[in-house]
């Protein structure tokens, strides 16, 4: 089962389930898989109940999704834990899994996070660099500006994606801690599409973004502090890839899965 661990209030979540056989082949549900989601405080009776549908069907077995408004008038308190319960049968044969996740406040984290980053005199920081050979690392609370050189971009590139996930390369798109998209041309779409595996609210795109020099072979990505501070220290991998005219719809890599890090600043407060 994959699930974030951890969701701003007012965001959707998304988990997912792979169902199994007995003899652990990859199976269909039977019927559409049920969940149950219980506050901690109060596990009797649930938040939120449902059923997960079927993701790309076309081309997996056994893989099914679904997605919850993590909302105070759902009943989402933040600070507070929560248990997703999945059900599903499989040959008549039933099975369950379950995952706990923390709702936070990412708007409530970042306007502290600025109030006191407000205060400091920057006329005097050293900038220490986020880019060492092919391993990046991301400071939380901290701007990512770097530029990705040496690279070779065909010229008829029609998007770049640079996505950094945790190590296990089985995470799917959607549970990205980053993602970020530039489209040729341009489209309003384009900036941060994943953060911390939620979907951008309104106006967050503009918290990240690519510039691209296809002559030089150059991708400058970054990553403004709002969306670092939502980021937990971590071990990482990330990638680009490239999508051109006739690429495969995965697109090609232009840049392959290498190693980065997420850490927090040493100064952790100014007051």
């Known amino acids: 089962m994959g699930c974030p661990t951890e969701i701003s209030i007012d965001k959707n979540l998304t988990f997912t389930v792979c169902t199994h056989a007995a003899d652990r082949r990859e199976a269909n ?40 408004a993590c909302t105070t008038a759902n009943g989402f308190v933040v600070d507070e834990n929560y248990t997703v319960k999945v059900r599903a049968v499989v040959d008549t044969d039933p099975a369950g899994i379950s995952y706990t996740f923390l709702v936070t406040n990412t708007a409530e984290l970042l306007a502290e996070i600025k109030a006191k980053t407000d205060l400091l005199d920057t ?35 029609v998007k770049v994606l640079f996505t950094l996930k945790l190590e296990d390369a089985a995470y799917a798109d959607n549970a990205a801690l980053l993602q970020v998209q530039l489209s040729n041309p341009g489209v309003a779409a384009d900036g941060l599409i994943r953060c911390n595996g939620a979907a951008p609210g309104t106006g967050e795109a503009a918290w990240a973004g690519l510039t691209i020099n296809q002559a030089t072979g150059t991708v ?7 969306a670092t501070a939502a980021l937990l220290p ?10 051109t005219s006739d690429s495969p719809a995965e697109g090609m890599p232009l840049v392959v899965s290498s190693p980065a890090e997420i850490r927090y600043t040493t100064t952790r407060s100014t007051s």
């Open 234 to 243: 971590r071990v990482c991998r990330w990638d680009l890839k490239v999508i």
């Open 123 to 157: 006329s005097a920081v050293t900038v220490v660099s986020g880019i060492d050979g092919d391993e990046l690392t991301f400071y939380v609370g901290a701007t990512f500006n770097e530029t990705i050189t040496g690279l070779t971009i065909p010229s008829d590139w």
């Open 29 to 68: 549900a039977d019927e559409a898989p049920t969940f149950r989601v219980y506050a901690a405080a109060d596990n009797d009776i649930p938040l939120l109940t449902g059923t997960l549908d079927r993701i790309d069907a076309a081309n997996t077995v056994g893989f099914y999704g679904a997605t919850i």
């Open 220 to 226: 400058q990505v970054r990553v403004h502090m709002p």
